[in-house]
């Protein structure tokens, strides 16, 4: 059959409560809270949704909201080189506390703290 793509090896189950992990501490990070919208729910629905298909799982973050355009949909928000360490740790500890390891674990990091760094479109205060 077709080969076991890294959604497939890390389940919906584990995604979903990563997710979860993620955005609990978004929610208490001092650089990153006033940035996000108060109630995480939506936010959190469609992060879901992305890192499916990031994974290699279902599209089905562009069947409901078309080309992620991730660059794109985050230009209306500052992200400085600081936020975007703040996102990748929250990220790091949400991956600690569900105890995802392993080469996945590492390759899947990899691939977001590229990609974060990718998201950046704002300096830092007093650079
Ligand atoms: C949406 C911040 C990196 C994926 C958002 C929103 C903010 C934000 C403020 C809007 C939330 C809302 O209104 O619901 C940041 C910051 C980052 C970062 C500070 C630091 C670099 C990333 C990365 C990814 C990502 C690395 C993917 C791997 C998304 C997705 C959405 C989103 C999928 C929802 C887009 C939509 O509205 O459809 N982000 N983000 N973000 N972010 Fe990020």
């Not at 080969?3 to 929610?27: C, N, S, W």
């Amino acid at each position: 059959g077709k080969m076991q793509t890294p959604f497939d090896i890390i389940g919906e189950d584990k995604l979903h409560q990563l997710v979860d992990a993620f955005y609990t501490r978004v929610a208490e990070h001092p650089d990153l809270s006033p940035i996000f919208p108060k109630d995480l729910e939506e936010t959190a629905r469609k992060q879901k949704q992305f890192l499916t298909q990031y994974l290699g799982g279902p599209q089905i973050y562009t069947a409901e909201h078309g080309h992620p355009m991730l660059r794109a949909r985050h230009l209306p928000f500052e992200i400085t080189p600081l936020r975007a360490r703040a996102w990748v740790s929250c990220m790091h500890n949400a991956m600690d506390e569900v105890e995802l390891t392993g080469p996945l674990r590492e390759d899947f990091f990899a691939r977001l703290n590229l990609t974060a760094q990718h998201m950046i479109n704002t300096p830092d205060k007093d650079e």
